[in-house]
Structure formats: C-alpha cells, structure tokens
C-alpha cells in the first residue's frame, strides 16, 4: 500500500475546515465578523479564560481579592464554577459516601473514603489495582469525576460519581465493557493539551508559559480565572490607597480584565471558551444531541439573538458568575420579559421588540428552552437555543 506523504492529512483536514467554514459563511454572512474560536482568541496577548501567563507570581489568589471585594467574593465560593474542581480531600461528595461501588462483567469498582482520604480500586476477581486520588472535578449537582497521579502522569477514572444516582457509573465517553486488561479498565491517561485545557477550564492559575504548572494550582474558577491575573492591580491599588485616592475606569483598564464591558459577542464568546463557542463547535462538533451541554452555541442559534447579540440575552444576564446558579426556571421569567411585552394588548416597541407568547407568560423557559436527556450523564440539560418548540420536533442540531 502506498504511503501518504507526511502532511497530508493535516492538508485534508484544513481543506475540509475550509470548506465547512465557506458554507457557514455563506449561510450566516453576519456571523464573520463577530464570533471566534477560543483557539484564536488565545493568540492575542489580552486577557481570556484559559489563557497562558509567563509567571504564576503574577496570580494573588482569591484571599487577596476578598480584602477589597468581600461580599462577592464570598458568595462567588459557593458558585458550581467555584467548586468545578477540588482536591480530592476537599471533596464534597466522598466524605458522605464512605464507599461507592459499581460492577460491570467481572470488574468491579470501588472509591472508599476514610479520614479524608479517598482510594480508587479495581479489581477484576483475581488481581487488583489501587490509587489515592488527587482531584475531583464537578461540583456533585449532576456529577462529580476523579483523576489520580502515578509516576508523575494524570489518570481519569473510568468511573464518576453521579448525583441523580448518587452511586457510580461509567464516566461519560469512557464507557469500556471489555477492557484488554486491569491497567484499562481502571483509568484513561490524560496528558498533552488535553490535560492542559481540563485544568484550564476547572482551576485557576494552572497554565503557566502554556503548560500545566501543578505546583501551585488554585481549585475551582476563582476571581483570576476570569478577570486574569490580580498582581498589578492589587499592587496598584494599595499604593493608590497610602494616597488616599482609588484607581477607575481607564486607570484600571491595563491592570485587571472586566468582562462586564465587553460586547454581547464577545461575552458570549468570553464563556464559551470553557462552555463552547459557535466556532468551537462547528469546527469540532459535539454532534447531535449532546451539543445542548454548549449552551453559548446553542444561544448564538437563537433568532432574538440576532447578527450582533443582545446584551439582555448575553450569559451573565441571566447567570451571575458571583451568585449561585438559580435552578427554578421560573425564576427566569423576568429576563424573558425585559424583551418580549406581557401581554397580547400591548404592542412590541424598540425596548421591548418581542411579541407577547400566544401561550403564557409565565415559566417561559419550560417550552421555549426545553430540556434534553443525556443518558451517559443521567441528567436533563436545558436547551439554550430559544426557539418555540412544536410537539415531536427531532433535536435541532
């Protein structure tokens, strides 16, 4: 058989990006523009999550930013994004399980935890294999993964704590009914950029001169993960305050990053580096269903979004990243209603271009965003394309 020649593939790759970027270009002209992937927003020099710094002393911690914003530091640690990824003994749901089983064909799991400690085994009747684990990524609400260290190299478990269970099952994508031996079917290596981009998305301060530096990891996206590192600023502000002055507005604007003044685009797209932007998933699709977990793609779908965004529709608008995530869709309503008018009397205005809905005005997302079963997740995720959904409309990929 004839060899390619080295390259090749990477050409077909690229050709067929091409391609599928010409047709979406074609299609959606107005999209250009404005959206990017994450990948290139990461080739700029300015701040943005996931983003490589040369030094970890340039991170200060989240402490150190509670000494002058208190009240919203303290309520961004209860946040899911705050307690995306612990330490394994810092765990929030191995403590309350003191041992966690699953069994498939002749293998059998099991995490035991004990004075803060949690042990990963697997055993296969005849031989066995453990590890301590060292993280813990997920909050718990739907579920909660786990990777160990061995010989200096990160291991993901082949198995994951899921809260509608509130047992073990296979981590999702990891699923392996007849491993080749014991060493598989305990646990997948992570390195790379995949390992690199896992910490990115759940730690703070972890990608140092674009490597995962493992000394000195922050869990959990904290303060810096989106505002990017606090050491000028805090370094600033402390001389400006032996002034008796207070640094603001452009004075602060090469010190720290405010994701509130940035475009609805490109907050979007500010999420979606982690969450998964409109390029990020055309470029390399979630297929199918399981795209409902990108909710910036999902939102950008949307035809209120329009070609440059809305800020009333922009993720924060309806999810403070300071404040614990509100779960009651009804609570949502209100954010419906600052763009569509409550009632079929009245009619839309340049403030309120929406029209009433012809069916309620209350729960709007129960319908307009409904929710989808991953079975590998156990969970119903919300739809964040806003659409009106009509009875056995096949998923809108």
């Known amino acids: 058989m004839m060899r390619r020649r080295p390259g090749r593939k990477r050409l077909l790759f690229y050709c067929a990006a091409f391609s599928v970027l010409y047709s979406i270009c074609t299609h959606f002209p107005g999209l250009l523009w404005a959206q990017m992937a994450t990948e290139d927003r990461l080739l700029y020099h300015g701040w943005w999550p996931r983003h490589s710094v040369p030094s970890r ?3 200060i911690g989240p402490a150190e930013c509670a000494g002058c914003h208190l009240s919203k530091a303290a309520a961004q640690k209860t946040t899911p994004m705050a307690r995306t990824a612990v330490l394994a003994a810092d765990s929030d749901i191995l403590p309350g399980h003191s041992t966690l089983t699953f069994e498939v064909a002749r293998i059998k799991y099991e995490i035991a935890t004990a004075d ?3 042990v990963y085994k697997v055993t296969d009747g005849r ?3 453990s590890a301590p684990l060292t993280w813990a990524f997920g909050d718990g609400h739907i579920g909660q993964s786990f990777v160990y260290e061995h010989d200096g190299n990160y291991y993901e478990s082949r198995v994951s704590y899921f809260g509608p269970l509130g047992t073990l099952d296979f981590t999702p994508g990891r699923k392996l009914t007849e491993p080749r031996d014991l060493e598989q079917a305990m646990a ?4 790379g950029a995949e390992l690199v981009r896992c910490f990115a998305c759940h730690t703070t301060a972890s990608t140092i001169g674009d490597r995962l530096e493992r000394s000195r990891i922050i869990p959990g996206i904290t303060c810096e993960a989106c505002h990017g590192p606090g050491l000028k600023h805090a370094t600033a502000q402390k001389a400006a305050r032996l002034e ?3 640094l603001e507005g452009e004075q602060e604007k090469n010190l720290i990053f405010d994701p509130g003044k940035l475009s609805p685009v490109d907050a979007v797209d500010f999420c979606g580096s982690c969450h998964g932007t409109w390029w990020d998933v055309k470029l390399a699709p979630p297929a199918g269903v399981s795209n409902v977990r990108a909710q910036p793609y999902r939102l950008e779908k949307s035809r209120c979004w329009g070609k440059k965004g809305d800020p009333r529709l922009a993720c924060a608008a309806c999810h403070d990243p300071h404040q614990e995530l509100v779960r009651d869709s009804a609570s949502y309503d209100k954010n419906c209603l600052s763009c569509h008018v409550a009632a079929a ?4 205005t340049v403030d309120h271009p929406g029209p009433a809905c012809k069916v309620s005005t209350k ?3 129960s319908c307009h965003m409904p929710k989808y079963e991953l079975a590998e997740f156990h969970y119903k995720f919300a739809d964040h394309y806003i659409r009106v959904v009509r009875p056995n409309d096949p998923y809108p990929d």
């Open 57 to 59: 002393d340039e991170y």
């Open 116 to 118: 803060g400690k949690s």
């Open 127 to 129: 031989r066995s294999i």
């Open 188 to 191: 997948r290596p992570v390195d």
């Open 244 to 246: 008796g002055q207070v």
């Open 345 to 348: 009397s009245v009619k839309p």
């Open 363 to 365: 729960n709007c997302a």
